[in-house]
C-alpha cells in the first residue's frame, strides 16, 4: 500500500490515534475523537481491514498499534499545525480525566502530549516528574534525557527569576544523571554542573542546591583538576556549617574525604569519610540519592576502605568494601553497586586476592553493561585484564588493561589512572618487557606531578625500583625505595611504608647488610597487629626470618 493511500485511509478513519502515539486505547480515543461512537468503530474496522493498524481486545477495551511507524508519522505531519496542537492539548487533557493512573506511572507521556500542543509549562512540569521518577528507579538513561527535554522546554519561556528556578533544579538533577550515564569527567556533566551553578549564583546559592558544589568537584577531581576540587570542598563545607545545612555537611565531608585521600593525605581522610557516614540517616537524607546520583553511606565507606588499607588496616579495609557492596546490593540501586564494586576491586588488587577480585570485576562488568555505565565498565575491563595477567594470559590480560585504559579515558577521566598505568606496567615485567614498564611508570609520575594524585606515588617509585633491580641498577633501584619510604612515611601510610621497607630491606640483604636490612624492616612489621595473613605480610615475615 502506498503512503499516499495509508494517508487516506487514516483520513477516513480519523486521525487522532497517529496523535496518541504508535499504540491507542479505544477508551482514549473516544474521549478526544468528534465522532459518534457508530462511526468511530467504523473507521477504526476500516484501518484494521486495510492493515494499517492492529487490533487487541474490542470496544471498549480495545487497543490498536500503528503496524508501520512510517504510516503514523506521516499521518501525524500531515496535520496543520494549529490543529496538531488542539488535537495534542485535547490527548492530553483526556488522558488526566479519564486515565489519571497515567500522570504517575507516565509522567512522560502527557509532557510530550503538552509540548506537542505547545502548553509548555505543564510540560515542563511532566518532565520533571518523569526525570526523578526514571532517577529513583534508576533509570539513569530516561532520566538524563527527560530533564534534557525540560529544559528545552524551559527556553522558551520568558526568562525570569521562576523560569530561573527551574531550570535549576533540571541542570541540577541531569548533572546527577549524567554522571552515572556519561561518568563523572564527562564535558556534559561539566556543561550540566557549570550552568547549574551559573544559576545558583544568579539566584542567591540557595541551601537546597548545596549539592551543586559537590558536583562540580567530583568532575574536577575525574579529570585530575585535584586543587580545584578541593578548593570547591572548602567552599561547600564552609556553606554547610555557615547555613547549618546537615545534608549538604554529608556531601562535604564525603567529598574532602575523596579528595585528600587521592592527595595522599590518608589520615584527614578518614576523618572527613568517618564523619560523613556517621552523620548520615538514611531516613532524613535518603533523597540525597536522587540529587547526587549515588547512595553516600555506601560511597563513604567504599572510599574508606581505600584509605584504611594504605594506612595500614587491611582487615578493616577488607571489611569495609564489603559492607559497601552489600548494602548497595541490598539497596538495588545500580549506579551505587558500580561505583562500589570498582573502589572494592581495585583494594582487591592492591591485597593481591586473585580469586575474589576475579569475582567483583565480573560482577562490575556485568551491572556496567546492563545499566549502560561506560566510566564504570572501563575499570571492570581494567580489572578483568589484571585478572588474565596474574591467572597465565598474559598476552590477552596487557590487551585489555590497554583497551580499558583507553575507554576510561576516554570518558575524560584522569583520576586513578597512575593505578591503572602500575597494573599495565606490572604486566609488561611480567611478559619480560622491562623497558616499557619504566616508560609507562615515568608517565605514570608525570601525571602524578601534575594533578597532584599522590595517594600511589610511593609504590610507583617502588615499583619502578623493581625494575630498575632487573637491569641491574642497584645505586638507582635504591634511591627510589628510600624516595617511597619517605613519601610513605610522610603520608602515614603505613602499607606503602611496609612494600618500601621489604625492598629496600632484600635489597640490603642481597649486598651482604643483613643487620642494617633486619633494622629497617622490623620496626614497620613490628607496627601491625599479630595474626593478619595478608600477601604483603607474610612476605615481610618471611625476609625477617631470613634476616635471622
Known amino acids: 500500500m502506498t503512503l499516499q493511500r495509508s494517508t487516506g485511509e487514516l483520513r477516513r478513519g480519523g486521525l487522532t490515534g497517529a496523535a496518541i502515539g504508535r499504540e491507542f486505547p479505544y477508551a482514549l480515543l473516544r474521549a478526544v475523537s468528534h465522532l459518534a461512537e457508530d462511526e468511530l468503530k467504523a473507521a477504526l474496522s476500516r484501518l484494521v481491514t486495510s492493515e494499517l493498524v492492529s487490533q487487541r481486545g474490542t470496544p471498549p477495551d480495545a487497543v490498536y498499534s500503528f503496524k508501520h511507524a512510517l504510516v503514523q508519522d506521516a499521518a501525524h505531519a500531515s496535520l496543520l499545525r494549529s490543529s496538531r496542537q488542539q488535537l495534542h492539548a485535547q490527548i492530553a487533557d483526556a488522558i488526566e ?16 502530549h503538552y509540548a506537542e500542543a505547545g502548553v509548555v509549562e505543564r510540560s515542563v512540569a511532566y518532565w520533571g516528574k518523569a526525570g526523578h521518577r526514571s532517577a529513583a ?16 522546554q524551559l527556553a522558551l519561556l520568558p526568562d525570569d527569576p521562576q523560569r530561573q528556578q527551574q531550570e535549576l533544579e533540571f541542570c541540577s538533577a541531569l548533572g546527577a544523571a549524567l554522571m552515572a550515564v556519561k561518568g563523572y569527567p564527562a564535558p556534559e556533566t561539566g556543561e550540566a554542573f557549570a550552568r547549574a551553578r551559573e544559576l545558583w549564583e544568579q539566584l542567591g546559592s540557595p541551601s537546597g542546591f548545596l549539592r551543586i558544589p559537590y558536583g562540580q568537584s567530583l568532575y574536577h577531581v575525574a579529570r585530575g583538576e585535584l586543587c580545584l576540587a578541593q578548593r570547591l570542598d572548602e567552599d561547600l563545607l564552609r556553606l554547610s556549617r555557615q547555613r547549618n545545612d546537615p545534608a549538604s555537611l554529608v556531601l562535604g565531608h564525603l567529598s574532602s574525604g575523596r579528595n585528600l585521600m587521592l592527595a595522599g593525605s590518608f589520615a584527614p581522610s578518614r576523618s572527613h569519610l568517618e564523619e560523613a557516614f556517621a552523620l548520615y540517616d538514611q531516613i532524613s537524607y535518603g533523597s540525597l540519592v536522587h540529587q547526587v546520583g549515588y547512595h553516600l553511606q555506601v560511597l563513604s565507606q567504599a572510599w574508606l576502605g581505600l584509605v584504611l588499607f594504605c594506612l595500614g588496616f587491611p582487615h578493616q579495609a577488607l571489611a569495609r568494601a564489603s559492607g559497601a557492596i552489600k548494602e548497595a546490593q541490598e539497596l538495588a540501586h545500580p549506579p551505587s553497586l558500580a561505583v562500589s564494586l570498582a573502589l572494592g576491586a581495585r583494594l582487591l588488587s592492591l591485597v593481591g586476592d586473585d580469586v575474589a577480585l576475579e569475582e567483583r570485576v565480573a560482577e562490575l562488568v556485568g551491572v556496567a553493561t546492563e545499566q549502560g555505565l561506560p566510566h564504570w565498565r572501563a575499570q571492570g575491563t581494567i580489572g578483568c585484564g589484571w585478572v588474565k595477567v596474574k591467572t597465565g594470559d598474559v598476552a590477552e590480560g596487557i590487551s585489555l588493561l590497554r583497551s580499558g585504559s583507553t575507554a576510561y579515558r576516554a570518558t575524560g577521566a584522569e583520576s586513578m589512572t597512575p593505578q591503572f598505568i602500575a597494573l599495565l606496567a606490572a604486566a609488561c615485567e611480567i611478559a619480560g618487557q622491562v623497558e616499557e614498564g619504566l616508560t609507562l611508570l615515568d608517565d605514570a609520575l608525570q601525571i602524578v606531578e601534575k594533578t597532584g594524585e599522590r595517594w600511589f606515588a610511593a609504590e610507583l617509585n617502588r615499583q619502578k625500583g623493581e625494575l630498575l633491580l632487573r637491569q641491574g641498577h642497584t645505586e638507582g633501584a635504591g634511591a627510589l625505595y628510600r624516595k617511597a619510604l619517605s613519601i610513605a612515611r610522610r603520608q602515614e601510610a603505613k602499607l606503602w611504608e611496609l612494600r618500601a621497607a621489604v625492598s629496600l630491606a632484600r635489597l640490603r640483604r642481597g649486598q651482604g647488610r643483613h643487620a642494617e636490612a633486619r633494622d629497617l624492616l622490623a620496626p614497620i612489621y613490628g607496627w601491625f597487629t599479630e595474626g593478619f595473613d595478608t600477601p604483603d605480610l607474610k612476605e615481610a615475615k618471611a625476609l625477617l626470618d631470613e634476616l635471622g
Do not use: K, N, V, Y
Open 97 to 112: 480525566i479519564h486515565t489519571p493512573e497515567l500522570m504517575e506511572t507516565q509522567p512522560e507521556l502527557l509532557a510530550q
Open 137 to 152: 528507579r534508576s533509570a539513569m538513561a530516561e532520566a538524563a534525557l527527560q530533564f534534557q527535554r525540560g529544559l528545552d
